[in-house]
Every structure is written in structure tokens, then in C-alpha cells.
């Protein structure tokens, strides 16, 4: 019986090929853009939320940045309001 390929392994060969990387870098390359899409809702709140902090803003201005980020995700969420957002962040 034969082990069943990766799904990714194909995407690996295509991004290889098309690009000129190394197929090692572009097994990375995969990784990072898959896991860029596996994040929750919820993951990416708390981490834009992190990172907006660290420039200065507050929160206000976060949970509306953050907010409208969330319509133009490519896994989609549902609409949430500011306070559905501070919940996220702070329980």
C-alpha cells in the first residue's frame, strides 16, 4: 500500500517551478501561507490587536481598523462590532 501524497506536496512543485525556489524554500513558503490562512477569526483579533498597540494606537482606532480589516479577509467573518472585538481581545 502506498502512502498518500501531501496535498501541499503538488502546490510545493507548482510554486517551485514557477518561481525558481528551491523546493525546500518553497515547502516554507507553503507552510507560511498556509498557516496565514488557517488563522481563526479570533487569532487574528488578538494578534492585530497586539500589533497596533506596539505602534500606539488605541483601541478605538483599533477596533475599527480591525474591523474593517475582517471584510476584506479571505476567510471570511462575520461582521463585528467593536464590542464583539474588545471581547475577543479581552474576555
Given at each position: 500500500?502506498?502512502?498518500?501524497?501531501d496535498?501541499?506536496?503538488?502546490?510545493?512543485?507548482?510554486?517551485?517551478?514557477?518561481?525558481?525556489?528551491?523546493?525546500?524554500?518553497?515547502?516554507?513558503?507553503?507552510?507560511?501561507?498556509?498557516?496565514?490562512?488557517?488563522?481563526t477569526?479570533?487569532?487574528?483579533?488578538?494578534?492585530?490587536?497586539?500589533?497596533?498597540?506596539?505602534?500606539?494606537?488605541?483601541?478605538?482606532?483599533?477596533?475599527?481598523?480591525?474591523?474593517?480589516?475582517?471584510?476584506?479577509?479571505?476567510?471570511?467573518?462575520?461582521?463585528?462590532?467593536?464590542?464583539?472585538?474588545?471581547?475577543?481581545?479581552?474576555?
Amino acid at each position: 500500500m502506498t502512502e498518500a501524497a501531501d496535498p501541499s506536496d503538488e502546490l510545493v512543485e507548482q510554486v517551485s517551478r514557477t518561481t525558481g525556489l528551491t523546493p525546500d524554500d518553497a515547502r516554507r513558503v507553503v507552510a507560511d501561507v498556509l498557516a496565514y490562512f488557517t488563522e481563526t477569526t479570533e487569532e487574528y483579533v488578538r494578534r492585530r490587536h497586539r500589533e497596533l498597540q506596539t505602534f500606539g494606537a488605541r483601541n478605538d482606532e483599533i477596533f475599527e481598523r480591525v474591523g474593517a480589516e475582517l471584510k476584506h479577509w479571505p476567510v471570511r467573518s462575520p461582521e463585528l462590532s467593536a464590542r464583539q472585538l474588545r471581547r475577543i481581545v479581552y474576555g
